[in-house]
């Protein structure tokens, strides 16, 4: 209940920073590295660093010089068999990062960058982290800092998400974010796409649009089928000027 309330307090930007001041940032991380408080406590704590980073960069500044980043994504791959708290840890880090050039760049520079969102990222995982890791990687690709070097480093991740995320392994929303990533990166220049890739780009945008032409399906999945139609249109649009 007390946490509940103190996130909604750090909701407001200037109360965030004037917790931080107070050395809530150390109390929070120390909350979630610690294994004897419950797991759903832990998860709160991240909800909370996710909410006070949010747009805030005094307070992501913060976070950066008391090492959360590595602290969060260290407590990833320690506690693999939590899906809601590795989500809500992917959630925090992505606060931290988003819209700050140099949360980006420290964050790119872990050693464990790439395999985490190999690992939220894989086939078969929980739903509700590979939404929020989706959404972190759309964010830090497509950021105004973002090039091809950062991008080649995701090399591994990307090519995960053209095998697996473009056709109907994934939730909607998930599917949505990845072919919107894709087209904003060949938009802007960002990847690399040879003849082969173009290729094997358009046959499974062709198949997938035959596929969502002719589905039945309720009104819900209904306006999920159009935006998804609408990504592919305009991606195999772009693949057809890029050939």
């Known amino acids: 209940m007390l946490l509940l309330e103190l996130r909604e307090i750090v ?14 940032v150390a109390f929070l991380l120390g909350c979630i590295q610690e294994p004897k408080v419950p797991v759903s406590t832990r998860a709160e704590c991240c909800g909370i660093i996710a909410t006070m980073a949010q747009h805030n960069p005094p307070v992501q500044k913060e976070m950066l010089e008391a090492g959360a980043l590595k602290t969060l994504s260290d407590l990833f ?4 068999q939590e899906d809601a708290f590795q989500a809500r840890l992917i ?6 990062v988003r819209q700050n050039n140099l949360a980006e760049t420290v964050f790119c520079k872990l050693e464990q960058s790439v395999p985490l969102f190999e690992s939220a ?22 950021s105004d800092e973002s090039d091809s070097q950062r991008t080649s480093r995701f090399a591994s991740v990307l090519a995960l998400v053209e095998a697996e995320y473009m056709a109907t392994f994934v939730s909607p ?15 802007r220049d960002l990847i690399f796409v040879d003849k082969r890739r173009n290729n094997d780009l358009a046959a499974l945008g062709v198949d997938r649009i035959h596929a969502l032409r002719s589905m039945d399906c ?9 935006i998804e139609l609408e990504l592919w249109e305009q991606l195999l649009s772009l693949l057809a000027k890029l050939a």
């Open 91 to 96: 959630q925090a880090m992505s606060a931290i």
């Open 218 to 226: 309720d009104e819900a999945l209904h306006t999920h089928a159009a």
């Open 77 to 80: 791959f320690t506690n693999d």
């Open 173 to 187: 929303d998930t599917r949505e974010l990845s072919l919107s990533l894709m087209l904003q990166l060949i938009e």
């Open 121 to 142: 990222l894989r086939k078969g995982g929980s739903p509700v982290v590979q939404k929020r890791a989706m959404f972190f990687l759309s964010a830090l690709l497509t």
């Open 11 to 24: 909701e407001q930007i200037d109360y965030a920073r004037a917790f931080a001041a107070l050395k809530g």
